[in-house]
């Protein structure tokens, strides 16, 4: 299984943009990197996700290193209401499904 | 919009009970999977399943069982309900395909007493 590594927890100011990154080292040729959200009390919510382009939407952007070892999700302009734990994840291959394995994930704080 | 929906928010149940969570979703979707979430343990899947009928064990499926008679909704059934299946646990649905995101209804919080 391909694992990821993310900080415990980080801090950003509203309004500045939050870097948050994360390690995939052995991740395989044909595996997405996915990134959801939790807001406390409410289900995941998916963020974004790539393969090994950049990418972004409306929410955020996703830069994956060119060995795509590492990445990072970006949220331009942060906002009180993006404090959440955000989770990298490398897609699974199951038996005859797909599943997505989340790690701990990263408690992002936004100060006012 | 996906709207994954599970029937309860809370759930209060006594031990060797049988219970039931339901979960529906609204976009077609093949694929759909049972969570549950526990404090320093992440998120872990009990089951999945991808189309009518068919059923898959997760990581942690002991003690629990699936149904899903129809696309739209799949049941997480726990057969004698005990104190350490106290847990949030959470439904999620997919299209069918290679790297289609997951999407999460908001949890059932079940306690077992």
């Known amino acids: 299984d391909a694992k990821t590594t993310q900080p415990t927890s980080m801090d950003c100011a509203e309004g500045r943009a939050a870097n948050l990154p994360c390690n995939h080292s052995?991740?395989?040729?044909?595996?997405?990197v996915y990134w959801y959200r939790q807001i406390h009390s409410q289900g995941p919510q998916y963020i974004i996700h790539g393969l090994k382009n950049n990418e972004t939407n409306e929410m955020a952007s996703l830069i994956i290193t060119e060995d795509r070892k590492s990445s990072t999700l970006i949220l331009p302009h942060a906002t009180l209401r993006d404090t959440a734990v955000y989770y990298c994840i490398v897609r699974v291959v199951g038996q005859g499904a797909q599943k997505l394995v989340f790690g701990q994930g990263t408690r992002l704080t936004i100060n006012p | 919009d996906v709207k994954v929906t599970q029937s309860s928010r809370y759930l209060v149940k006594r031990t060797g009970e049988k219970v039931f969570l339901e979960c529906v979703q609204d976009m077609d979707h093949e694929n759909m999977f049972w969570y549950r979430q526990d404090p320093g343990l992440g998120l872990r899947l009990i089951y999945f399943?991808?189309?009518?009928?068919?059923?898959e064990k997760g990581d942690i499926p002991e003690g629990y069982s699936v149904s899903r008679e129809k696309k739209e909704r799949f049941s997480l059934i726990l057969e004698s309900a005990s104190t350490n299946q106290t847990s949030m646990y959470l439904c999620?649905?997919?299209?069918?395909?290679?790297?289609?995101?997951?999407?999460f209804g908001n949890g059932t919080r079940l306690t077992v007493t």
């Open positions: 399943s991808y189309d009518v009928k068919m059923k």
């Open positions: 999620a649905s997919r299209l069918r395909g290679y790297n289609s995101p997951l999407h």
């Open positions: 052995t991740i395989s040729g044909n595996e997405y």
